[in-house]
């Protein structure tokens, strides 16, 4: 860089009127808009306002030193890259001394110390003046905040376009069936049009390992060079560039693995003129997890060929039946009670819980993980019974309030037993948690360990820490119970843990002994969980005292008899074999709960409505909102099972709300006002999240003793007078 010639005349009057516009275009935008398009109007204002005849602005990935964004106009992409480097080596705006253009000036984009990019501008005609330097100087301030504005905005933009992106591959499977290459062939359509990349090409390996046949949308490049990209995205185990095949210009290749369970599936190449960024690689590796996890599904179902019925199933075959929950010569039972005697007893709605398939459930995860601590998540059920029977067998509570820690020790449980995690615990409720010896605290941020340290310095104790690190994964679930990617607000990045693990000596009072995990629940395959356990892995190695890993929860259940799901044994054949060198705790809720519990309701109307046959329950979402919150499917049979032809129903409950809808077009065999009705699998998160809208009356609870025979209603139903015991009369008011 050399300097630049030439006074200027008044600077302040011109960095005002410079300011003054880039804050109208700043005001112009909120987080709503497309941040990409604020730069573009900044960079057109700063090229009007110097003249400039191009120029371009980089913005770094958050909390990295590469590029994330670049935005150019009149200049190519390479060269904004390497000049808007160049700008960021200097420490002060300068002139770039360059081969591209005659005059060139730039400046490095900083907000306390932190670079988040650059922005240069060029000229061919016209040396830039030292005025100019000063007002590209002027500009960068306003340019920092833009970028900080742009940040909240863009993680929300590209969290919904990962999340659309990643359902659209599950929609994608579930219309090819097991037609792989239809599969392959709509998602190279798909990505192409995602990327803007004008080349896709899939390559599954053969039978040796080595790059086969391949799946190939765009560019049409020459077989050879085809050959040659694909031998070396072979040779890559992640994310990658890829050099150029001879011949080819003005194009970018990168190549993602399709890897599950450690084996190599293959390779996806796409290529196009502009780079690739960090959030592009976040993207592709999320829909390739989705990709090969759907490949792999696939190949299942051709090697186990079933024989589908011919037409849809009915909710009664598709029911997944247990040994708890089963009928009975037409009766359906839970253990030994017939449901409708029950119903008869207690009324509807009610909750109904088998202590036997809870007990069962809990054995085959202790057979799973046999050398594991093993705390039942509370937050899914904390019914009495069953948190006083999973106590008795051996089992810890997992808890995220200070009320469930209460529930937790009132049935029983020892302290030092209880983990407490929770993206948002008080202050209070920490107070609560250290005074009664809880045993560990799963905590989400640094301000969470220092007030942990206090409080345990007040009650000379020096309570057991783990980190709740989030490992940046995506998990194979519905996106509203995926909890380890990105933009999850759990957990903590790597590089926050390890802020927070090597300044440990800062917080005397705290023993930091474990990392904690959770990508979500219902996962569908182990692949997710695998990779976050050998992330925290790499983080703990760093950290010889971190000698605990807990994995959190999330082992799926099937909600219908025809899903297959993974068991724990299958997450425990990949997990166990990495962590023997450390003790595991497993905290598990659904997987425990969720098929030992049956909601009952009865029919209160019927009514054939704009084409559709209309069954009311008194039963709805303040019973159990799950369908309704996350579009949660759950099977609804009759409690006395009859014959006759089947017909679909569309099930509602009585609610004042259009969403209060249990299920449409069911197929069910004739039903009749008075009729019970079961839904099935609402062991967990049923009655936790009932709620008294509609000034409704939340249902009893029932719990049938380990021995099958036995019931006793464990909470009762609520009355009127439940609706007002927190209602105060007095009629002063408080200024």
């Known amino acids: 860089m050399t300097n630049p010639p030439a006074p200027y005349p008044d600077a302040q009057d011109d960095g005002l009127k410079l300011t003054f516009a880039l804050d109208q275009i700043r005001d112009t935008f909120d987080e709503r808009s497309e941040p990409r398009e604020m730069f573009v109007a900044i960079l057109d204002l700063l090229r009007t306002h110097f003249a400039a005849e191009a120029g371009a602005i980089v913005l770094l990935e958050e909390g990295m030193d590469e590029p994330d964004t670049i935005i150019n106009n009149g200049i190519s992409q390479g060269e904004a890259l390497d ?43 016209e040396p830039f003046t030292t005025h100019d330097l000063h007002m590209l100087s002027v500009a960068e301030k306003q ?14 933009i590209h969290r919904t376009r990962e999340l659309e992106a990643i359902y659209h591959v599950d929609r994608l499977r579930d219309e090819t069936g097991s037609n792989e290459r239809s599969l392959l062939e709509k998602f190279a359509a798909y990505v192409g049009t995602l990327f803007s990349a004008d ?28 050959a040659r990209l694909f031998e070396q995205a072979h040779g890559h185990a992640s994310f990658s560039g890829l050099a150029t095949p001879t011949g080819v210009t003005e194009a970018v290749f990168i ?70 929950i089963r009928y009975v010569s037409d009766a359906l039972h839970v253990d030994d009670v017939r449901l409708d005697l029950l119903a008869n007893e207690v009324g509807t709605p009610a909750y109904v819980y088998s202590l036997k398939a809870i007990r069962d459930n809990f054995q085959a995860l202790r057979a799973a993980f046999p050398d594991s601590r093993i705390h039942f998540s509370a937050k899914c059920n904390n019914n009495p019974a069953i948190l006083r029977q999973l106590i008795e067998d051996g089992a810890g509570i997992d808890a995220v309030s200070a009320g469930e820690i209460h529930l937790a020790r009132r049935a029983g449980a020892h302290s030092e ?10 202050v209070g409720e920490l107070y609560y948690a250290v005074s009664r010896g809880v045993g560990w605290f799963n905590i989400e941020n640094e301000s969470e360990a220092a007030t942990i340290n206090v409080i345990a310095g007040e009650h000379g104790s020096r309570p057991r820490i783990a980190i709740r690190f989030n490992p940046e994964v995506q998990a194979n679930t519905h996106k509203h119970i995926a909890t380890g990617h990105t933009y999850a607000k759990f957990g903590m990045t790597e590089q926050a843990a390890r802020g927070l693990l090597d300044k440990k000596e800062s917080y005397p009072n705290l023993r930091f002994e474990g990392i904690h995990i959770h990508i979500g629940s219902q996962l569908g395959d ?118 006759g032809p089947l017909s679909p129903v569309t099930i509602v409950g009585p609610v004042c709300e259009s969403t209060d809808q249990f299920a449409e077009d069911v197929l069910l065999p004739p039903v009749q006002v008075g009729d019970l009705m079961a839904i099935l699998t609402t062991g967990a998160y049923g009655s936790v999240m009932a709620s ?18 036995k019931w006793r209603v464990t909470r009762r139903r609520e009355n009127w007078d439940d609706l007002v015991r927190t209602d105060l009369r007095d009629d002063t008011y408080r200024l």
Request: include cysteine; aromatic fraction near 6%; proline fraction near 7%.
């Open 199 to 226: 080349f896709v090409g899939i390559s599954l390996t053969d039978a040796d390992g080595a790059p086969g046949e391949f799946v190939i949308n765009g560019r049409g490049l020459p077989d050879d060079s085809i």
């Open 417 to 426: 037993d209880v983990v407490f995690a929770g993206v948002g615990k008080t």
């Open 692 to 709: 008294n809208y509609n000034a409704r009356l939340r249902p009893p609870e029932i719990a049938i003793d380990p021995d099958g025979t």
């Open 255 to 324: 190549s993602a693995p399709l890897i599950t369970h450690g084996i190599r599936l293959g390779s996806v190449v796409l290529g196009r003129e502009s780079l690739f960024t960090r959030s592009d690689y976040r993207l592709m590796d999320a829909l390739c997890s989705q990709l090969d996890t759907a490949i792999v599904h696939m190949r299942q179902l051709q090697a186990q060929p079933v024989d589908a019925p011919a037409t849809d199933l009915s909710s009664v075959d598709d029911a997944p039946f247990t040994q708890s």
């Open 143 to 156: 340019v920092d905040s833009a970028i900080i504005q742009a940040r909240t905005a863009w993680k929300l």
């Open 526 to 643: 182990t692949s997710a969980t695998t990779q976050a356990v050998q992330q925290a892995l790499r983080l703990a190695h760093d950290y010889p005292f971190i000698r605990t890993l807990d994995i959190g929860g999330g082992f799926p259940v099937a909600y219908r008899a025809s899903q297959s799901l993974p068991a724990p044994a299958d997450f425990a054949a990949q997990i166990l074999p990495l962590v023997r060198d450390y003790t595991l705790i497993v905290e598990p809720g659904r997987y425990i709960a969720a098929n030992a519990g049956v909601l009952l309701a009865r029919v209160l109307y019927i009514k054939h409505q704009g084409g559709r046959q209309i069954v009311i329950l008194d039963a709805g979402m303040t019973e159990l909102i799950r369908p309704m919150l996350y579009q949660a499917h759950h099977a609804i049979v009759p409690v006395t099972r009859r014959d």
């Open 83 to 125: 000049l808007c480097r160049a700008a960021m080596r200097a420490t002060e705006p300068g002139i770039i001394d360059n081969p591209y253009w005659a005059y060139t000036m730039g400046n490095e984009i900083t907000l306390r110390g932190q670079p988040l990019g650059a922005m240069i501008l060029v000229r061919q005609s």
